[in-house]
C-alpha cells in the first residue's frame, strides 16, 4: 500500500487556470507538508499542517492554499496559475512529536502553458 | 537557507563503501542531523538522522564528529540502485519536519 499518494502525477494547463492537487496519507499522521522542486531541483517546503496549526513558509504566494478534509488528506489549491509555477510538487507526512522521518510522495510534475 | 554544506558530486564503485561528507559548523545544541536521498523522478526518502551518537540501520551509518561540526553518510556497499541526491539536513525536532534541502551530493555508483 502506498503511504502517501498524490493525484494526478502529471498535470498540464493554461495560464490563469486554478488547479487542485490532492493528497491522502495512510500512515496516521498529524502533520501533513507541501514542497517545491523547481527546475533547478531545489526543493523547498511551503506548509506545514496539522489540524491545530498552519505554518505557511513567508516565500508563498497567497495563491497557494492547503486544505485539509480531514487528517488524512492535504490538497494544494493553486489560483491564477502563472508559469513559474511550473515544478514538481511533493506532499509529505510526519508525526508531529520530535525528530522522526517525513513520508513523501512520488510528486505531481505541474506543467503551465 | 540551508545549513549544511556538501559536495556536488561524487562517484562511487559499485560494492564498494560510499562516504559521503557534510559539514554543519553552526548547528545548535537541540539540532539533529538528518539525511534523505532523491533517486531520479522520485520522492525524497529518508535514510538515517542522529543527534550526537553514531547511528546504524539497515541502509546506512551515520558517523558525527565529537564537536557535531561534521558528519559523514556511510553506504557499506553501494550499489547501482543507490545512484541519486544524498542530502543532508540541519533541524531541530519540534514541531514537525519542515526540513529546509539545500543542494546536496549527487552520487553516481559506477559499475
Known amino acids: 500500500d502506498t503511504a502517501v499518494s498524490q493525484t494526478p502525477k502529471y498535470l498540464v494547463t493554461q495560464m490563469g487556470n486554478d488547479k487542485s492537487i490532492k493528497c491522502e496519507q495512510n500512515?496516521?499522521?498529524?502533520?501533513m507538508y507541501w514542497y517545491k522542486q523547481d527546475s533547478k531541483k531545489f526543493l523547498k517546503i511551503m506548509f506545514s499542517y496539522n489540524n491545530k496549526e498552519l505554518i505557511i513558509n513567508e516565500t508563498v504566494p497567497n495563491r497557494f492554499s492547503p486544505k485539509s478534509p480531514d487528517k488524512a488528506h492535504l490538497n494544494l489549491h493553486i489560483n491564477s496559475l502563472e508559469l513559474g509555477d511550473s515544478a514538481v510538487y511533493f506532499c509529505?507526512?510526519?508525526?508531529?512529536?520530535?525528530?522522526?522521518?517525513?513520508?513523501f510522495g512520488q510528486g505531481t510534475r505541474l506543467t503551465v502553458v | 537557507d540551508a545549513k549544511t554544506t556538501q559536495p556536488t558530486s561524487m562517484d562511487c564503485a559499485e560494492g564498494r563503501a560510499a562516504n559521503l561528507p557534510c559539514n554543519h559548523s553552526?548547528?545548535?545544541?537541540?539540532?539533529?542531523v538528518y539525511w534523505y536521498r532523491q533517486i531520479h523522478s522520485q520522492g525524497p526518502q529518508y535514510i538515517i538522522h542522529g543527534l550526537k551518537n553514531n547511528e546504524t540501520n539497515e541502509m546506512a551509518s551515520l558517523i558525527i564528529t565529537e564537536d557535531r561540526k561534521s558528519s559523514t553518510l556511510i553506504l557499506p556497499h553501494a550499489t547501482l540502485r543507490d545512484t541519486a541526491v544524498y542530502y543532508c539536513i540541519v533541524e531541530s525536532g519540534n514541531a514537525g519536519n519542515m526540513l529546509t534541502f539545500g543542494g546536496g551530493t549527487r552520487l553516481m555508483v559506477k559499475p
Open positions: 553552526t548547528i545548535s545544541g537541540n539540532e539533529y
Open positions: 500512515l496516521g499522521h498529524d502533520t
Open positions: 509529505a507526512s510526519s508525526t508531529r512529536q520530535g525528530p522522526t522521518e517525513a513520508f
